[in-house]
């Protein structure tokens, strides 16, 4: 199976940065899309931003300027780099990816990280 495991997440004052990962792992023939999404408490699941496989990137407005979602093909792994952080970015964060399995390459299975929570200070 595949697993996503996201790290870099804590507690950071108002202005600071983070930088998120998440490495994939498990039976992985290739990965198209990958994601992070977060969700603040009481509130719906957002895209915050997504990057595919070739590198075109698309972000919400909330995080324009300030983010910078990038991938590492050869070890599978996301990053979000986060600066210039608000209060507003409080939420649990997770990584997803659709990914081709070396036992099912027809099609792309989405995948989702546990989440890791970013906590931003005022």
């Known amino acids: 199976q595949v697993q996503l495991v996201e790290s870099g997440g804590g507690l950071v004052q108002a202005g600071g940065s983070l930088r998120l990962s998440c490495a994939a792992s498990?039976?992985?023939?290739?990965?198209?899309?990958m994601g992070w999404y977060r969700q603040a408490p009481g509130k719906q699941r957002e895209l915050v931003a997504a990057i595919t496989s070739g590198g075109s990137t698309s972000y919400a407005d909330s995080v324009k300027g300030r983010f910078t979602i990038s991938r590492d093909n050869a070890k599978k792994t996301l990053y979000l780099q986060m600066n210039s952080l608000k209060p507003e970015d409080t939420a649990v964060y997770y990584c997803t990816a659709e990914v081709k399995t070396i036992a099912a390459v027809a099609y792309y299975n989405h995948y989702w990280g546990q989440g890791t929570q970013v906590t931003v200070s005022s």
């Open positions: 498990g039976i992985i023939f290739s990965i198209n899309l």
